[in-house]
């Protein structure tokens, strides 16, 4: 499979060191061509500009519900086009753009983004509706022109009506070691 993986550079948490040493050993295993560490939206596209052909383009980092972030700087459905573009240049027709975020697809906003950011691109884009670790749960893809299908309810807690975590027995969780975005979801 041909894919790329863009990390967030601008972040300083602990988890961000997760991503730094992660992404070379997707690298060293084959599982991609090349990883890039970015601190802003802009390189993040200019990195995606650099292919065509690719299968698969994963961004780790952090989001909540209706975007993804790089540090303080959101990608959301209002701000998306110039990435987008990005994205539908440098995959195949039957590629898929995957946030491997927190909660970017939860709720409205995580609806709304995800039909802007796969109508934008043309191409089908995947992300979580619950907050990740080890395991992530409420994976789900919108294609081009089409609804986000599931519920807006799914993956927020009803009285803080912020996301809730991951975990076993949630709707669509594979284990954050889980290489390939699952073809059904």
Known sequence: MRRIILYDTADTSAVSYTWALGTPFYKAIGACLEFYPVKCWAEATQKVSMYTGLDEIQFWGHGSPGCALIGKEHLSANDNENFAQAVKQALKLEGALWFRTCASFAGDLGKEFAKSISSNS????????????????????????????????????????????????????????????????
């Open 122 to 185: 043309q191409r089908r884009c995947a992300g979580s509706t619950f907050k990740i670790g080890m395991f992530h749960s409420g994976i789900h893809s919108c294609l081009p022109n089409w609804d986000a299908n599931w519920l807006s309810t799914e993956g927020i807690d009803p009285v803080t009506k912020k996301p809730t975590s991951s975990g076993l027995g949630k709707p669509n969780t594979i284990l954050c070691l889980q290489i390939s975005l699952p073809k059904s979801w």
